[in-house]
């Protein structure tokens, strides 16, 4: 409830107090030359405000200054922390018009990090597959937190972030394990000019992130399996079949054998639409 008095029948003209209510770092640590995140959250601040950061470490040595300007009462942005940052990082953010100023808590500094041989367990997955995500992160001391972000690749770099699995650092290295399971998007059905350009088997890497510092993976190409069986109207095993031939997700052709019990069974191929083309019947006795 507003403790504001005023007469009715008249407009009455109220200033709202303008303040800076937050100024954080997003994570607690980061390693020099790492990316960074900081956010600005204010009250009562109009759009399009000038606002000063500025960046000192422990030791009072200021290490920039940058002028931005604030939107809907919250900024956010990502930079790379200093290389000659000592100790601790803070962000001092200023609203010159609003005369308000605000320094951020510690942004802890490590010693560097390296991440190397980011590796998965397999070079290809089926549905199903338990696989290892394994990397080397020198320098990081052990229980520090990692995160693990797996996405599926995109050729124009519109990467889609499948999942983050968390980690921890144990005697300079992370491992994770994750069930591979593809979940077909229909924006991933390929049309038929994509088709006649050539089909991609969707393809998949992690980003391994420890105290702002990122490393990438190979990939890791997807291979999946169908199975048919034909039966007749009794629900029995057809025996006239003996081959089908499927046109694959790549637009080429493949001849598959029929087993005794009816069944054409593909696998490691890329997944995506099939379609029967053709039924190869048996040979009659003449």
């Not at 229980?143 to 996405?151: K, P, R």
Request: aromatic share 8%; proline share 8%; with cysteine.
């Amino acid at each position: 409830m507003s403790d504001h008095q005023a007469p009715t029948g008249q407009i009455t003209t109220v200033t709202l107090p303008s303040a800076l209510e937050q100024v954080v770092w997003t994570e607690p640590a980061a390693v020099p030359g790492a990316q960074a995140t900081l956010e600005v959250f204010s009250r009562f601040v109009g759009n399009g405000a000038p606002m000063q950061i500025k960046l000192t470490d422990h030791t009072g040595k200021t290490h920039g200054t940058f002028n931005e300007s604030l939107y809907a009462n919250r900024f956010s942005v990502s930079m790379q922390v200093p290389a000659e940052a000592e100790v601790a990082l803070y962000a001092e953010v200023k609203l010159p018009d609003h005369g308000v100023t605000q320094q951020s808590g510690p942004l802890l500094l490590a010693p560097p990090i390296r991440i190397e041989r980011c590796a998965w367990s397999a070079e290809e997955a089926r549905r199903g597959d338990m696989l290892t995500l394994t990397a080397d992160v020198k320098g990081a001391v052990d229980g520090a937190e990692a995160q693990v972000a797996i996405y599926e690749h995109d050729a124009d770099g519109a990467h889609d972030l499948v999942t983050v699995v968390p980690a921890v650092v144990r005697s300079e290295a992370i491992e994770v394990e994750w069930a591979f399971e593809y979940v077909e998007d229909t924006d991933d059905i390929p049309t038929d000019p994509e088709l006649e350009q050539g089909y991609t088997v969707p393809e998949y890497f992690f980003r391994v992130r420890v105290l702002g510092v990122e490393a990438e993976s190979p990939i890791l190409r997807f291979k999946d399996w169908i199975e048919y069986q034909f039966l007749d109207a009794y629900n029995a095993p057809r025996t006239d079949l003996d081959a089908i031939v499927v046109r694959m997700p790549d637009g080429t052709e493949q001849r598959v054998p029929i087993d005794d019990q009816a069944t054409a069974l593909l696998s490691d191929i890329p997944p995506g639409p099939f379609e029967i083309v053709e039924f190869v019947f048996k040979k009659q006795p003449a």
